[in-house]
């Protein structure tokens, strides 16, 4: 089983929606039993809460079921994840020097965006402070990038669809 982590700064925004899409794309290809996905922030902001508002509403616009209750990155999660996908350069960093102190090199840690050929490596916005249509603008973004990224590991561990 192949286990993607996706990574923002808070878990309510970013993250959960990141995860949704990703889930909701791996059972469209029927491949639930081959890849799982997860998502955490780097803070404590929000640990136990459920995804902001406008983010489960943009979701649901756009056709995505959120269930999820924010959660920080521990060190356990290095060894239950195949991939770390952060939002930002910021959360790269953190996700970084966790990574150093445990020593674990081989962890593969990405950006989200390195997956999106429009804004390729550029920092997924957090839409927390703007309005509504930063949250479209992030719902797309992240739309693409999950796409991108599935096709990949799809190729890159030869998995059946």
Known sequence: MIHVFFVCLGNICRSPLAEGIFRDLVAEKKLYDKISCDSAGTSNYHIGHSPDPRTVRNALQN?????????QFAYKHFHSSDYIIVMDKSNLDNIEILRDQQG????????????????????????????????????EILNRSCRNLLHYLIKEHQLET
């Open 63 to 71: 056709m995505i079921k959120l269930n999820h209750k924010a959660q």
């Open 104 to 139: 674990l090199e081989n962890v593969k840690i990405m950006l989200m965006r390195a997956f999106d050929r429009e804004g390729e490596n550029q920092d997924v916005p957090d839409p927390y402070f703007g309005g509504e249509d930063g949250f479209q603008e992030v719902f």
